[in-house]
């Protein structure tokens, strides 16, 4: 039976939205939607499109999402924790960048390397560092060790 003007044709416009995948993922005929099939995991492969971390970006290929608030905090975590004399093992490390970034905006941008490192240069540095010690009192007051 032919489609009608007024209905959608979702794979077409799955394919207009989301160009980077091949197949749209959520149609019903789609063997992703097959919860025993074996293929690639839906927001596994979205999420390798859509997010890059910035040591695995790939300057040729182009832009790249990624949180500029997480780099930052990644950035200057490390002297925060060693300014309040705090325990310095991974897990404490983690303990703060987690805390701090709970408490702090998401600031995604998309856009190449050059870009990026601007992004994070024009975030508001009182505040992530504010953010950031009172992670490092918590964590040093609270520690999971």
Known sequence: ???????????????????????????????????????????????????????DFDPGVGAATVNAMEEYVLRHADSVIQRFKLCRCDRCRRDVAAYALNNLPPKYVEATAEEISKAIDEIPQSEVLGVLVKAALYVRSNPNH
């Open 1 to 55: 039976m032919a489609k009608s003007k007024k209905e959608l044709d979702k794979d077409m416009m799955f394919q207009k939205i989301m160009p980077a995948l091949s197949e749209n993922p959520f149609s019903a005929g789609n063997a992703l939607m097959n919860i025993n099939s074996k293929s690639p995991d839906v927001p596994a492969v979205l999420g390798s499109k859509l997010f890059a971390r910035r040591k």
